[in-house]
């Protein structure tokens, strides 16, 4: 059994969808005989409650990168040294970096070499010299419109390893705890009205003007956010839906999510969580970053918003756009029927095709 680090040093829904590629490195390169790995897996403060759920993950060791986070911590030798004293100490000798197209995997593989880790594979635009022992060049080793969970099982599988026999390719986590004293009895709804930025958000009249036409059809809402999130829900949830705001952890909410008919909520973190414990998806998605690489994957999925609005691809925080067109001209009356349809079963799929071709090294 080796010690193999995965780094996706991002947030929740990023770590989420690293989840194909720790199992396929959990599982080891089996045909050579080398067996099952302890994965290591290095992540962000915000992205460390995810890490912990992923299956695969024996360990999980947070570290804040100066050149993901937002806002970033100062890069000084102290920072650095306790990565790298981390990293010696647990006897690691092998690194698959897990990156976005925006991001790089030279930062951080230039700290794992000084660590002593023997092989490192990423994905690199930049020549990576020594530093990458495996080095992928996107959009000619593997199209950069693709899912990201498939990009990072690209990443993985260019390492050499392979989701284990039989594996389904989905997102998972590890089983929720019983959340029936939380939600009651009955079928119910999911509205998560939060978002990691503005730019992402749809109104809170228009969730909570959605949750009274979702109670108008006969369906129970539970209303769910973060502990910094409870005026946001209590305005969401009304008089009459329930309202969990600030009474979950991600493994709680996780388990909501497992038991609705359907989850609203915009492209973030929990679109993830609720796809990864297999809940129908109805997205409210802005255009800042394109849809087939960070819609919620492998579940029945309504994407809702303008997907050619003027902010498209920005990577904006703030709407760029007066008036935020892209989400707010979606009405409550169609973010209802987008439910009705998942519920009914007549929504499609979020499939994708593989188009991922053997990696390179260079």
Same mark, same amino acid.
């Given at each position: 059994?080796?010690?193999?680090?995965?780094?996706?040093?991002?947030?929740?829904?990023?770590?989420?969808?690293?989840?194909?590629?720790?199992?396929?490195?959990?599982?080891?390169?089996?045909?050579?005989?080398?067996?099952?790995?302890?994965?290591?897996?290095?992540?962000?403060?915000?992205?460390?409650?995810?890490?912990?759920?992923?299956?695969?993950?024996?360990?999980?060791?947070? !570290?804040?990168?100066? !050149?993901?986070?937002?806002?970033?911590?100062?890069?000084?030798?102290?920072?650095?040294?306790?990565?790298?004293?981390?990293?010696?100490?647990?006897?690691?000798?092998?690194?698959?970096?897990?990156?976005?197209?925006?991001?790089?995997?030279?930062?951080?593989? =230039?700290?794992?070499?000084?660590?002593?880790?023997?092989?490192?594979?990423?994905?690199?635009?930049?020549?990576?010299?020594?530093?990458?022992?495996?080095?992928?060049?996107?959009?000619?080793?593997?199209?950069?419109?693709?899912?990201?969970?498939?990009?990072?099982?690209?990443?993985?599988?260019?390492?050499?390893?392979?989701?284990?026999?039989?594996?389904?390719?989905?997102?998972?986590?590890?089983?929720?705890?019983?959340?029936?004293?939380?939600?009651?009895?009955?079928?119910?709804?999911?509205?998560?009205?939060?978002?990691?930025?503005?730019?992402?958000?749809?109104?809170? =009249?228009?969730?909570?003007?959605?949750?009274?036409?979702?109670?108008?059809?006969?369906?129970?809402?539970?209303?769910?956010?973060?502990?910094?999130?409870?005026?946001?829900?209590?305005?969401?949830?009304?008089?009459?839906?329930?309202?969990?705001?600030?009474?979950?952890?991600?493994?709680?909410?996780?388990?909501?999510?497992?038991?609705?008919?359907?989850?609203?909520?915009?492209?973030?973190?929990?679109?993830?969580?609720?796809?990864?414990?297999?809940?129908?998806?109805? *997205?409210?998605?802005?255009?800042?970053?394109?849809?087939?690489? !960070?819609?919620?994957?492998?579940?029945?999925?309504?994407?809702?918003?303008?997907?050619?609005?003027? *902010?498209?691809?920005?990577?904006?925080?703030? *709407?760029?756009?007066?008036?935020?067109?892209?989400?707010?001209?979606?009405?409550?009356?169609?973010?209802?029927?987008?439910?009705?349809?998942?519920?009914?079963?007549?929504?499609?799929?979020?499939?994708?095709?593989?188009?991922?071709?053997?990696?390179?090294?260079?």
């Amino acid at each position: 059994m080796g010690q193999v680090l995965v780094a996706r040093l991002d947030s929740m829904g990023d770590v989420l969808l690293a989840g194909l590629a720790v199992r396929a490195v959990a599982n080891g390169r089996v045909p050579d005989g080398s067996g099952a790995n302890h994965v290591v897996m290095l992540c962000g403060r915000q992205g460390e409650a995810a890490a912990g759920i992923l299956p695969g993950a024996a360990e999980v060791y947070s !570290w804040d990168s100066p !050149w993901i986070m937002n806002p970033a911590p100062k890069m000084t030798g102290p920072h650095a040294d306790r990565l790298i004293e981390y990293v010696r100490n647990s006897r690691i000798t092998e690194a698959v970096i897990l990156t976005s197209f925006h991001q790089s995997p030279l930062p951080l593989a =230039l700290l794992l070499r000084l660590a002593g880790v023997e092989r490192i594979t990423g994905a690199s635009t930049d020549f990576a010299g020594s530093l990458l022992d495996v080095r992928l060049k996107p959009g000619e080793d593997f199209p950069e419109d693709q899912p990201e969970a498939e990009r990072a099982l690209g990443i993985a599988e260019a390492a050499g390893f392979r989701l284990p026999q039989g594996d389904d390719g989905k997102l998972r986590i590890t089983p929720g705890p019983d959340v029936q004293d939380l939600v009651g009895e009955g079928p119910y709804v999911v509205v998560h009205p939060g978002a990691a930025v503005p730019a992402r958000a749809w109104p809170p =009249l228009h969730h909570a003007a959605a949750v009274e036409l979702l109670q108008g059809a006969g369906h129970r809402v539970v209303v769910t956010g973060g502990p910094g999130e409870t005026s946001l829900t209590a305005t969401v949830a009304g008089p009459s839906a329930l309202d969990l705001g600030g009474r979950t952890d991600v493994h709680t909410l996780a388990g909501v999510m497992a038991g609705a008919d359907a989850v609203v909520t915009g492209n973030t973190g929990p679109a993830h969580l609720a796809a990864a414990v297999g809940t129908p998806v109805a *997205c409210l998605f802005s255009p800042v970053v394109p849809a087939v690489r !960070w819609a919620p994957y492998g579940v029945p999925l309504e994407l809702l918003g303008d997907q050619n609005a003027a *902010c498209r691809l920005t990577r904006a925080r703030i *709407c760029p756009v007066p008036g935020h067109p892209c989400l707010d001209s979606v009405s409550p009356e169609e973010v209802v029927a987008a439910v009705e349809r998942l519920i009914s079963g007549v929504s499609s799929l979020s499939t994708h095709v593989s188009t991922r071709r053997k990696a390179r090294n260079r």
